[in-house]
């Protein structure tokens, strides 16, 4: 079984920076995307980027230029470097993994880590 452990989320003030990290553990693990999701209250859990196997990276459009996005493929690790942060990225920030089986793919997720960001 993978896990996906979350750190770095917390509190921060508008214009501040925050950096997300998630490590995904199992011995023999081979992942191609992996990303981060959020979901604020009352709202259902969006993409914020993701960087696939392959190396292509997308942003939903109202990170671009502030987030990024990068990978340790040796650690099995994603990181989400956060900066001129806004309160309308105040959400539960989740790492998404899409672990290859054989042929099969599944996805894996961490539980969660709260970004709050303080107008």
């Known amino acids: 079984q993978v896990q996906l452990v979350e750190s770095g989320g917390g509190l921060a003030q508008a214009g501040g920076s925050l950096r997300l990290s998630c490590v995904a553990s199992g011995s023999g693990v081979s992942i191609d995307s992996m990303g981060w999701y959020r979901q604020a209250p009352g709202k259902q859990r969006d993409l914020v980027a993701v960087?696939?196997?392959?190396?292509?990276?997308n942003y939903v459009d109202s990170v671009k230029g502030r987030f990024t996005i990068s990978r340790d493929n040796a650690k099995n690790a994603v990181y989400l470097q956060m900066n001129s942060l806004k309160p309308e990225d105040t959400a539960v920030y989740y790492c998404?993994?899409?672990?290859?089986?054989?042929?099969?793919?599944?996805?894996?997720w961490g539980q969660g880590t709260q970004v709050a960001v303080a107008s």
């Open positions: 960087k696939t196997g392959g190396g292509i990276i």
């Open positions: 998404n993994a899409v672990i290859v089986v054989g042929r099969a793919k599944y996805n894996a």
